[in-house]
């Protein structure tokens, strides 16, 4: 390929995410250049500036803007039981494996506001399993985090996940575990009995702890393929032999540096089960 | 024709897209120039089969796209359904679980503006039959980036809505039959 100038444009958002790096240590630098854009392209009108060096001015000189960006920076789209076979994959042949272990830990990576660290705690708990689990529940979101420690979700939205939820193999009704009140579903908070909610990055932080299951679907997405093999280098870390690695639907380790690691579990639902030492 | 040789191809349909591709896509021949990225309107909870029929009819080879995927000239990239279809670079696709645009994920405006950011002059962009607007905007920026923009001739179309909005935001959009479209891509991506 012939040597191509670079866009102004282009220049002026490695400049932005190099600022917010500086000035407020959240690392971007390696997401996904056309879905940066796109988000930054969006954040650039809806705060009025003719130029992202004019987003960029807002965003060093004041600091409330900083969560906002994070608003654009990440995305919070989530469901409960998001791709019901899924979770229908680790009820039926993920559980088993897991039942024969005394204490489980799960870590839910890139968490958003709960909803797939819920379906799993759920799940868990209608599978006998919850009692000896501790689950991490973690993302670089606040915002997000937040939400997911209340687990109150609008109620318009419960139809979907209970029509997920019992696609999913449920055995129970999801309604056994909220309350309604004021058109919003507040979930029963003996379901975070065994969680730790926290902060913590796949680009800048460290693995905290050995793993049973990761599951950490449409967070690489983001991510370029760079900042992927770490992430999963994370994970590779965080699992002993024979720990599972679950993705989202369209993601795969088929191009990843750490393929290797891994084996196919259930192919179709991007389940992994980690291989050799 | 055209005067740059065109290097990528992204093609956006709605109601009516399995005919209408049908009539274009196996018809390329297996040397073909150019990658060539499809978003249709798929349901987003059903596993989309385009792949595997397009696969079955056309010379080249058809895959529904993973987060990522490496892309090549002569094949053909199906977004998947309940993911936006971004064009990362010259090599990979990227997906997003963004917010639905025009009720629609995958959009295929999001899909031709980052096609229009890495391709620029070298792409080609073309609408065809649908009933809602989306890809108006993202032939807007194809042509800003100084692409090919075609749409199919709203008269041939099963349904016109689209290929006219797409018209009516990109008047320089050449119109043209499905037969036509597929003897420009024929001459232009040789
Ligand atoms: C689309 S949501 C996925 C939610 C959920 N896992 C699901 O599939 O439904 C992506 C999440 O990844 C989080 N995220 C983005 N970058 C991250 C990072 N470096 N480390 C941890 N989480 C991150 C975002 O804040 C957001 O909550």
Redesign the interface.
């Known amino acids: 390929?012939t040597a191509k100038v670079e866009?102004v444009e282009d220049i002026e958002i490695r400049l932005l995410l190099d600022a917010i790096y500086r000035r407020y240590h959240y690392d971007f630098r390696s997401y996904?250049?056309?879905?940066v854009?796109?988000?930054l392209r969006q954040a650039r009108t809806d705060f009025d500036c003719a130029t992202i060096s004019a987003l960029q001015e807002k965003v060093l000189h004041d600091p409330d803007m900083m969560p906002r960006m994070l608003g654009y920076l990440t995305?919070q789209?989530s469901e409960m039981f998001r791709d019901p076979s899924y979770f229908l994959a680790i009820r039926k042949k993920v559980v088993p494996h897991l039942a024969t272990y005394p204490s489980l830990k799960v870590w839910i990576a890139g968490c958003s506001t709960g909803e797939e660290l819920y379906s799993l705690v759920i799940l868990f708990r209608e599978e006998g399993l919850e009692e000896r689990t501790l689950f991490y529940a973690t993302d670089i979101n606040r915002d997000a985090l937040a939400q997911a420690e209340a687990g109150v979700y609008d109620i318009d939205r419960m139809r979907q996940f209970t029509e997920n939820h019992r696609l999913s193999g449920g055995s129970t009704s999801l309604s056994d575990y909220y309350q309604t009140g004021y058109n919003r579903c507040v979930l029963d908070k003996t379901l975070r009995r065994n969680v730790v909610f926290s902060d913590h990055s796949l680009v800048t932080d460290q693995v905290f702890g050995e793993m049973h299951l990761v599951s950490c679907r449409?967070v690489?997405?983001?991510f370029?393929?760079d900042l992927?093999d770490r992430a999963v280098g994370l994970f590779r870390d965080a699992l002993p032999r024979s720990g599972f690695l679950g993705l989202?639907?369209?993601?795969?380790l088929?191009?990843s540096h750490h393929a290797a690691a891994f084996r196919d579990f259930v192919p179709d639902d991007r389940i992994y089960q980690r291989i050799g030492s | 024709m055209t005067g740059t040789p065109q290097k990528a191809v992204i093609i956006g349909a709605s109601a009516g897209a399995l005919e209408a591709l049908s009539a274009i896509l196996p018809d390329l021949p297996a040397d073909f120039a150019c990658p060539v990225y499809v978003v249709v309107h798929v349901p987003p909870h059903s596993r989309s089969v385009l792949a595997q029929i397009f696969s079955a009819k056309c010379q080249l080879p058809a895959v529904e796209v993973s987060d990522k995927e490496p892309v090549a000239a002569g094949r053909i990239y199906f977004a998947p359904p309940n993911y936006h279809m971004l064009i990362e670079d010259e090599g990979h696709v990227a997906l997003s679980s963004d917010a639905e645009v025009l009720f629609s994920r995958p959009s295929i405006d999001v899909a031709f503006e980052s096609a229009a950011d890495v391709w620029g002059e070298g792409l080609t962009g073309i609408i065809l039959t649908g009933a809602n607007h989306d890809g108006a905007q993202g032939l807007q920026a194809v042509v800003a980036g100084g692409g090919v923009a075609i749409v199919q001739d709203p008269a041939t179309a099963y349904a016109s809505a689209m290929p006219e909005a797409a018209i009516a935001s990109c008047p320089q959009a050449r119109v043209m039959s499905l037969a036509e479209i597929t003897s420009y891509l024929k001459g232009a991506c040789a």
């Open positions: 390929m866009k996904a250049m056309s879905s854009r796109r988000r995305v789209v449409n690489m997405i983001y370029d393929r992927q989202g639907a369209k993601e795969t088929r191009f």
